[in-house]
């Protein structure tokens, strides 16, 4: 059964507030953090990921930026697979991977990586919380 117009809206402004509490969060932790919506739309970037990787906010934030555009191509399937198959258990662990981000000049970063999948309150998947470590 498809979602009414008010519900749409009301979970979108859930979600607004979900951002507006995880970017306060983000800025005390110093883990290179990107939430993004379930369609890999880039919403919040934070401080230690634009060093990580040499993107800034404004590239990322500024256009519709997609989280796997940043990502390596088999990093990229890798991340789906994962997704898909974690998106609509009941299940509020995180997902662990390997990944390789690549900056504006294309060069690798390769990163342990770990996502969460927030849901909304029609327990579909919301948002998405990405933390990178680079691998030395």
């Known amino acids: 059964m498809p979602l009414a117009d008010e519900d749409e ?19 005390f932790s110093g883990t290179p953090t990107v ?34 555009e940043l990502f390596e191509n088999q990093s990229t399937v890798e991340y789906w697979e994962k997704f898909a198959a974690h998106a609509f258990e009941n299940s509020t662990r995180s997902v662990n991977l390997h990944c390789v981000l690549l900056k504006p000049n294309g060069a690798p970063v390769p ?3 770990c996502f969460s999948i927030r849901r909304d309150l029609f327990d579909l998947p919301s948002l998405i919380i990405g933390q990178w470590l680079p691998l030395l």
Do not use: H
């Open 111 to 113: 990163c342990a990586f």
């Open 9 to 27: 809206v009301f979970v979108e402004r859930c979600l607004q507030r979900s951002l507006a509490e995880l970017d306060k969060l983000i800025s």
């Open 35 to 68: 939430v993004w919506r379930r369609t890999g739309e880039i919403c919040l970037v934070g401080l230690e990921f634009t060093m990580l990787t040499e993107w800034s906010r404004k590239e990322l934030l500024g256009k519709r930026t997609f989280i796997y």
